[in-house]
C-alpha cells in the first residue's frame, strides 16, 4: 500500500493508521475517542490484574507449604494445616461458593442461616482440600489458559500425576475488589459446586433444611 | 476510498469486541445474567437458571439403583479392594503401569472407530501412531512410547458417539457390578463388546482372566479415589451419579 523504496517511515505509517490519519478526513480522531471512551466504561479486567497469575501464586505457596520437609514432622501438622488454611481462604471465596451450591435455596435462608451455612459448608471443603493436598507426591501443576469476561474468569489448568497421566482442572473465579477469587473448580468436567448442589437438592426435596445442616455438621465432625 | 472502508471495518470490529465484552456470554460469562439478576425483584428466578446448564439426568430407577448402588459399595469394600491392595502390595507400580498401558493399546479399536464414527480425522489418526508404535516399538504396549513422544490418547466410546449422533441418555442406571451408566450407554457397551478384541478370546476362562485382572489392576492405581469422594459427600449415591454424569457431557463435548 505505502511504497516508499521499499522502507516505511514513521511518519508515513502514522499518516494511513486508520482514525488518526489525515488520509481519513479528521473524522476518525472522534471515533477513536468515542471507541477508547466504549473500552474505558466496559470494566476492563486487566486492572485487577491477571487471575492465572494470582491462582498460580497461591497455588506455589501451598505447594511449598507441602514440600516443606521442616513441616513434615508429626509435632507440626497443626501448624501446617494452619498454613494451608491461611493461604487457601486468601484465594477461596466461601459465601460465593456456598451460595451456588445452595442454589435457589439461598434466597430463603436468614442472613444468620446463611453465616452458619457457609463456615459449616467451609470447613468441610476445607478439610477434603486438605486431606487431597496432604496426599501431595510431586505432582505438577501447568496452566493452559484463561478466558476473562468481565468480572468472570475461568482458568484452565492440569495436574500431571506421578504415573504421567494428565488430569484436567478448570478454575471458575469471580473478582473482588483487587483480587480474582475461586467459587468452583472442576475435575475432569466434576464441577464441585454443581455435584453439591445436586447432593443438597435431593436433600432438601425429601427433608429439610435443618435436616440438611445437621447432615453437614455430621458430616464435618466425622473423623 | 480504500481506507474508509479499512477504517470503518475497524470501528465496526472495535464495536463488536466492546460488544462482547459487556454482554457476558460465553464460557465464564455468567456475569450479564447476574448482574441484570441483581437487580431485578425475584432473585428467585434467576437462581433458578444459574450458570449450570443442568441437562439433569433422569433417575426413575431411583430405589432400585441406590440398592445397587450399597451392593456395589459392599463388593468394593469386601472383595475388589482387598484384592487389589494385596496385589499393590505384590506388585511393583511401574509393573501396573504397564499392565495398564496394555489393557489401554488393546482397547484401540474402540477408540479408532468412535473417533471415526464422530468424523474426528486427527484422532483416528493418532489413534492408529500410537497403536503401532505402541504394539511394536513399545512390546505389545507395555510401554506408552506414544504418549511420551506426545502423540495424545482419544478416549472415544460408543456411548459418545450415540451422544453425538443425537440420541439422548435416557435415565440413569446404576448397575450391579458394573456401576453407573444410562440407557444409552448401556446400548453403547453391549455394541462396545464386538470391538474389543477379549471378547474374541475362544474360552471363557481366558476373558475372565483378561476382565478381572483388567479391573484390579486399575483399582490399584486408584484405590482411595471412590473412597475421598464418598467422605466427602452428604449423600455418595447423589454425588456419584453427578460426577459420572457431568464427566460423560465433558467427554461427549470434546
Known amino acids: ?64 507449604i507441602v514440600s516443606d520437609s521442616r513441616l513434615k514432622e508429626e509435632s507440626k501438622a497443626e501448624e501446617r494445616r494452619r498454613l494451608i488454611r491461611k493461604a487457601v481462604d486468601e484465594r477461596f471465596d466461601w459465601e460465593e461458593l456456598s451460595r451456588r451450591a445452595l442454589g435457589r435455596h439461598w434466597a430463603r435462608r436468614t442472613n ?50 506421578a504415573r504421567k497421566t494428565e488430569i484436567p482442572i478448570l478454575y471458575r473465579m469471580k473478582q473482588n475488589g483487587g483480587s480474582w477469587m475461586v ?41 | 476510498m480504500k481506507n474508509w472502508k479499512c477504517t470503518l471495518l475497524m470501528a465496526c470490529l472495535f464495536f463488536f469486541v466492546n460488544l462482547e465484552f459487556a454482554r457476558g456470554e460465553g464460557e465464564a460469562g455468567y456475569g450479564g445474567v447476574i448482574r441484570t439478576a441483581e437487580t431485578s425483584a425475584e432473585p428467585e428466578e434467576f437462581e433458578e437458571d444459574f450458570y449450570y446448564v443442568e441437562e439433569g439426568l433422569a433417575d ?66 493418532e489413534e492408529l501412531e500410537s497403536f503401532v508404535l505402541n504394539s511394536i516399538g513399545g512390546m505389545a504396549g507395555f510401554f506408552d512410547i506414544a504418549g511420551a513422544a506426545g502423540v495424545r490418547k482419544y478416549d472415544e466410546d460408543l456411548d459418545q458417539s450415540l451422544a453425538v449422533f443425537g440420541l439422548g441418555p435416557g435415565f440413569y442406571i446404576n448397575w450391579p457390578l458394573f456401576g453407573p ?26 476373558r475372565f482372566v483378561f476382565k478381572s485382572s483388567d479391573l484390579v489392576n486399575s ?31 465433558k467427554k461427549i463435548q470434546e
Not at chain 2, 228 to 248: G, T
Open chain 2, 181 to 206: 451408566s444410562t440407557l444409552r450407554a448401556t446400548f453403547g457397551s453391549v455394541g462396545e463388546a464386538f470391538l474389543d478384541p477379549v471378547h474374541y478370546l475362544d474360552s471363557s476362562g481366558a
Open chain 2, 60 to 125: 426413575p430407577l431411583e430405589p432400585v439403583n441406590r440398592v445397587f448402588f450399597v451392593f456395589n459399595d459392599r463388593l468394593y469394600f469386601w472383595l475388589l479392594k482387598p484384592v487389589a491392595t494385596g496385589y499393590k502390595r505384590v506388585v511393583p507400580e511401574k509393573a501396573r503401569v504397564g499392565l495398564k498401558n496394555f489393557f489401554t493399546n488393546l482397547a484401540f479399536p474402540l477408540r479408532f472407530v468412535n473417533c471415526l464414527l464422530q468424523a474426528k480425522g486427527k484422532g483416528a489418526l
Open chain 1, 1 to 64: 500500500m505505502v511504497k516508499n523504496h521499499g522502507r516505511i517511515s514513521f511518519k508515513t505509517l502514522i499518516k494511513h493508521l486508520p482514525f488518526v490519519g489525515e488520509t481519513t478526513g479528521g473524522w476518525f480522531p472522534l471515533l477513536w475517542f468515542v471507541s477508547f471512551f466504549v473500552i474505558a466504561v466496559v470494566p476492563y479486567p486487566a486492572l485487577a490484574g491477571n487471575p492465572t497469575e494470582q491462582l498460580k501464586k497461591t497455588t506455589d505457596k501451598i505447594l511449598a
Open chain 1, 183 to 223: 467459587y468452583d473448580i472442576s475435575i475432569e468436567g466434576v464441577s464441585l459446586v454443581g455435584n453439591y448442589r445436586n447432593q443438597f437438592q435431593s436433600i432438601l426435596a425429601k427433608s429439610s433444611y435443618d435436616e440438611l445442616v445437621r447432615m453437614l455438621k455430621k458430616k464435618v465432625e466425622e473423623k
Open chain 1, 112 to 161: 444468620e442461616e446463611r453465616r452458619n451455612f457457609v463456615a459449616l459448608f467451609g470447613e468441610l471443603l476445607e478439610r477434603t482440600y486438605l486431606e487431597r493436598v496432604e496426599g501431595y507426591s510431586g505432582e505438577r501443576v501447568s496452566y493452559l489458559g484463561e478466558k476473562v469476561d468481565g468480572e468472570y474468569a475461568t482458568v484452565d489448568a492440569g495436574i500431571l500425576t
Open chain 2, 219 to 249: 483399582t490399584s492405581l486408584h484405590i482411595g479415589d471412590y473412597e475421598s469422594l464418598k467422605r466427602a459427600a452428604l449423600d455418595p449415591y447423589v454425588a456419584l451419579r453427578d460426577a459420572y454424569y457431568q464427566n460423560r457431557l
